[in-house]
Every structure is written in structure tokens, then in C-alpha cells.
């Protein structure tokens, strides 16, 4: 699924992502967390970069959009696979942009989106001529219909098409004339724009080995994770396999999203049926964004490591509303003055420089997820560790 739009999407200064659309339910998910959004809360958006082919749509859209709304219209697009949809939407944008709109509401472009079946689509015709032309050599024009070659040369082909297209109501797009033939569906105004959280940690795409060649596509099968062993052994069958060996698979979506669409073979695959259940459980234990702190401050993408790491997670003091040095420098100022002596303190502090300080005294790092912390305890236990005794010692 390739990016339509790349946005940039903020909640305070320090609060911030970037993000390909469309997005999966596990990545809006994600960025509802790193920003620390209320429920219904909006964030605000600019849109980066549009894919290529829909530039058009800069024009039209609104400076600081419904991302969630946003990310809709992106799913329906990357959906598209024919000449005929993409001309189809831009013809219903071409209309409406004709009709001296400013800017295009996201809840009527995705309904443009799912209209293409509205419209008839002439490819390669741009040009009155063309469209012209087009309608006589395929009998669409009654009147010259049967004529011979001889005086079809003779027809003002330009003023066909231009008379056809003023009776149409039809627009010219990038990838042919485009003729709206019935009411545009409204299937915004039912729509729930918020993301589901999945029943699933891990969506995997699994492939048998070797994988087709010559431009096929491989057969895909999709399994949820965790998944028991019936549903295992079933996938692993419907590709004709009774193990792991032989077989690639890719992560769609996953509850770490920084996870997604990496590719893993064979023998990697158990290590991600192992995680996907331990993921499982942090869920449940409220302690999966915690995890993801974890991951962010160690810095650790390979599967091998963050499975470690799941067993160490009662180790570690988190705190997710810190986004910042200075929220830590905030923070430390309360607990040691009262309200009032720190609201006087506080403008005459250089809250980023204080804020690393406590950072690097308590070995603490700020992540996009919040504030993780290795306790007090496992600290002493590390720093009074003596090598080379065959363990640690206290002092």
C-alpha cells in the first residue's frame, strides 16, 4: 500500500510525528499516544508531500485538515487500480473546483472517492478534438453515423466534442474526459473516522518460498496473532507447508508499528509468534505503551533483544505525560518548592539545560512515549556490580 500523503501531524512543541498516509489502525493508534490526544481531540496537521499523480489536490484541501478523515480518503485511493477510478476522482474534483470552490470539504472528496462508478471515463481524450473524434468513430453521434471516410474528414471534430462536453457537464482531467452520469454516493455521513483498536498485536502476511517470479504475485495468507495452533497449522497448510521452513513472512500491522512491513524469514518467525502473545499480555496489563518507552530509550528494533525486554519491564518507572526536559525540570522544581516559590523560580530557569541535568543524574531518557527510568533499586544493584567475582556485591 503506498503513501498517498506524508503529514506532519503536532500537539505542543515537543509533541510531534511525521506519518505516511494511509496509516493503519495500530499506526493512528500509535500517533494518538505519542501526542497525547484526548478522545475526539484533533491535532494539528500539514500535509508534506502529495503523491505525485495527486498534486491537484493542494489546492483544494484545507490548510490544517481532519487527519482522521484525512487518513479515510488516503485508504479509499491506495485502493485504486485502474486508469478509470483515478479520472474519476479527479474529474468529480475538477467539477467542483469549476464551480468556484475555494476548498473541498474531506467528507465530499471522500465521497468523490467512492464515485467512480458515477462516472464514464473517455482515456486519452484532452481535447475537444479528440473527444470529438472519439464520439464519431464510435457511432455516438447519430447524425453523422454511416457516413463515409471521405466526409468524416470534412466534420469539425473540435466543435463536436466542445458541444457534447456543454451538454455533458464533462471535465478534462490528466487521464482522460470525465462525464458525471448519477448522483455522487454519500457515504462520509456514515462513516466512523476514529481507528478501531484491532482484535489482533500482530497482522502477518506469511508467503511460501521460493516466491513466484516473472511479476506474479505470491500467494498471500494473512493470520492474526496470537493465534492457536489450529489456526497456525490451517494457514501454514493453505500454503502447502507443514513448518516454518520455506516460508517469508511480513508484519502489515502491528501494536509496534515501527515493525511494520519488514520483511522475516523461517527462522525468525517463532520469535514473532513469541512476541506477539507477550505483547498480548502487556496489553492487558496496561503495560504495552510502557514497553514501547522501553524499546525507544534502548533503541531496539531486532526481535532477538526485545523479547528480553518484556521481562524486564516491571524494572523501569514510566511516566507518559513527559514529553520534554522541561516538563522533567518542571516537574522536579514542584516537588522540592511549594506552588509559589516555583512560579517565581520558574522564568528565571533554563528549564532545557536543568531539565538534561536531572535526565543524567537519574539515567532517565524522554521518549516520544514519555519518560522511562530504570527504578532505584535495579540502578543500586548495576552501579554496585564488581566484575569479575562471578556476580555483584552490595555496599
Known amino acids: ?12 512543541r515537543d509533541n510531534y510525528v511525521e506519518l505516511d498516509l494511509p496509516a493503519s489502525d495500530y499506526e493512528m493508534l500509535d500517533m494518538i499516544e505519542r501526542l497525547r490526544l484526548e478522545p475526539e481531540q484533533l491535532p494539528y496537521v500539514e500535509v508534506l508531500k502529495f503523491r505525485e499523480d495527486l498534486n491537484y489536490l493542494e489546492r483544494c484541501l484545507h490548510e490544517q485538515p481532519d487527519i482522521y478523515q484525512l487518513n479515510a480518503l488516503a485508504k479509499k485511493l491506495s485502493e485504486f487500480t485502474s486508469v478509470q477510478d483515478m479520472a474519476a476522482f479527479e474529474g468529480l474534483v475538477g467539477k467542483e473546483i469549476g464551480k468556484s470552490a ?3 470539504e474531506l467528507p465530499r472528496l471522500i465521497d468523490f472517492a467512492h464515485s467512480a462508478d458515477c462516472c464514464v471515463v473517455t482515456e486519452d481524450a484532452v481535447t475537444d478534438f479528440q473527444l470529438g473524434r472519439f464520439l464519431v468513430e464510435n457511432d455516438f453521434i447519430e447524425d453523422v453515423s454511416g457516413l463515409p471516410d471521405s466526409m468524416l474528414s470534412l466534420l469539425d471534430y473540435g466543435k463536436i466534442g466542445r458541444e457534447h462536453r456543454a451538454e455533458g457537464n464533462g471535465v478534462y482531467t490528466s487521464l482522460g474526459y470525465v462525464e458525471q452520469q448519477s448522483e455522487v454516493h454519500c457515504v462520509s455521513k456514515n462513516m466512523d473516522f476514529q481507528p478501531p483498536k484491532p482484535e489482533y498485536t500482530i497482522l502477518l502476511n506469511m508467503a511460501a518460498l521460493p516466491l513466484a517470479g516473472g511479476g506474479q504475485k505470491p500467494e498471500m495468507i494473512q493470520l492474526r496473532l496470537p493465534a492457536s495452533e489450529e489456526q497456525t497449522r490451517e494457514a501454514l497448510e493453505k500454503l502447502g507447508k507443514r513448518d516454518w521452513n520455506d516460508v517469508a513472512v511480513s508484519i502489515q500491522d502491528c501494536a509496534i508499528p515501527s515493525l511494520n512491513h519488514k520483511i522475516y ?6 520469535q514473532i509468534l513469541e512476541l506477539a502473545q507477550r505483547l498480548a499480555e502487556l496489553d492487558a496489563q496496561g503495560q504495552l505503551s510502557k514497553y514501547k518507552a522501553i524499546l525507544a530509550a534502548n533503541d531496539c528494533q531486532d526481535l532477538s533483544k526485545m523479547l528480553p525486554l518484556v521481562a524486564e ?7 507518559p505525560q513527559v514529553s520534554s526536559p522541561e516538563d522533567v525540570a518542571r516537574s522536579e522544581l514542584n516537588v522540592i518548592l511549594c506552588e509559589r516559590d516555583a512560579e517565581v523560580l520558574l522564568p528565571h530557569i533554563d528549564l532545557q539545560s536543568y531539565g538534561r541535568a536531572l535526565l543524567e543524574r537519574d539515567q532517565a531518557m524522554v521518549t516520544s512515549y514519555g519518560l522511562v527510568e530504570r527504578s532505584t533499586t535495579q540502578q543500586i544493584l548495576e552501579e554496585n556490580q564488581v566484575p569479575g567475582r562471578g556476580g555483584m556485591e552490595m555496599v
Open 313 to 319: 519491564v516491571g524494572e523501569y518507572f514510566f511516566e
Open 102 to 104: 475555494a476548498t473541498i
Open 1 to 12: 500500500m503506498g503513501s498517498i500523503f506524508q503529514v506532519y501531524a503536532s500537539q505542543r
Open 265 to 270: 524469514f523461517d527462522g525468525e518467525t517463532p
